[in-house]
């Protein structure tokens, strides 16, 4: 395992072993109760269009596992398949699958290292926010996305957009509340590392163990899905914030987040 992405797995099961009482209380439920909750409207739009039933869902970082358990009981899927880092995460995500009665199992893997086990497996994959950065090398992870897509499998990309790597968010040194929209980073490459948490989990500031995560322009996202055999269908962007870091920014005109939805081709 690359030695950054051990690190990100010892600060995420950190994380989650902090996180606040609130954290994925609500998910039995919303997933009860609730026509696909965790998803925003314009991506529930694209789910509803694709025929999950009876279909084999893979999500790739499924974090809590929320969301796949949302999309299999909604949309009628005849299993999920979850993949995350974070063991504690993904042992709870078990749980909710068990407490629900859900055909959703969840796996402890590092992306890159997933197995010729799930080699077209998945009729739909599926992304979500924050799953990207935390990859180097996207030709590399999208070439395993690709792997576990059968043929004509189709993939949705719910994501931040990329040009929100440029600005600075508040607490950073360069954040300047009178000039949000001010370009400080560069938008083709850059490395972050830091030690400040994961506050939306926790709901509290703490000393963490190093995060490292990486900014990708539009470009490398395509190029990854197009370099291993996925065939873009469709980009949208939308000018609200899906990150929490730029919600003041809402409906300015700036592109704030998007979704991308491709096909796997045929052989």
Not at 24 to 30: E, F, K, L, S
Not at 185 to 214: A, C, L, P, V
Request: charged share 25%; with cysteine.
């Amino acid at each position: 395992m690359d030695k950054y992405i051990e690190g990100n797995k010892e600060a995420w099961e950190e994380a989650f072993d902090k996180r606040d009482a609130s954290w994925g209380a609500d998910i039995t439920a919303r997933v009860q109760n609730e026509d696909y909750p965790f998803f925003n409207e314009e991506t529930k739009d694209v789910l509803k269009k694709i025929n999950t039933e009876d279909a084999v869902i893979g999500q790739f970082c499924c974090n809590n596992g929320r969301e796949l358990l949302s999309l299999v009981k909604s949309g009628k899927a005849k299993k999920g398949i979850g993949f995350d880092i974070a063991e504690n995460q993904v042992a709870f995500a078990n749980e909710k699958a068990k407490e629900l009665q859900l055909p959703c199992v969840f796996e402890a893997a590092n992306i890159y290292d997933i197995d010729d086990r799930y080699r077209e497996q998945l009729d739909v994959a599926l992304i979500t926010i924050g799953a990207l950065c935390w990859f180097d090398d996207l030709n590399r992870f999208f070439e395993v996305v690709a792997k576990c897509m059968k043929p004509g499998a189709v993939i949705v990309i719910n994501e931040q957009h990329p040009f929100t790597n440029m600005l600075a968010t508040e607490g950073e040194e360069l954040f300047n509340p009178n000039y949000r929209t001010a370009c400080h980073y560069s938008y083709f490459e850059h490395e972050w590392t830091g030690n400040d948490g994961i506050y939306y989990m926790t709901q509290k500031s703490y000393r963490s163990k190093t995060f490292t995560d990486y900014t990708h322009p539009l470009s490398e996202i395509i190029s990854g899905m197009c370099n291993n055999g996925i065939v873009v269908t469709d980009l949208k962007e939308y000018d609200y914030d899906l990150s929490g870091g730029f919600s003041s920014l809402d409906h300015s005109g700036f592109p704030l987040s998007m979704i991308i939805q491709g096909r796997k081709t045929e052989r």
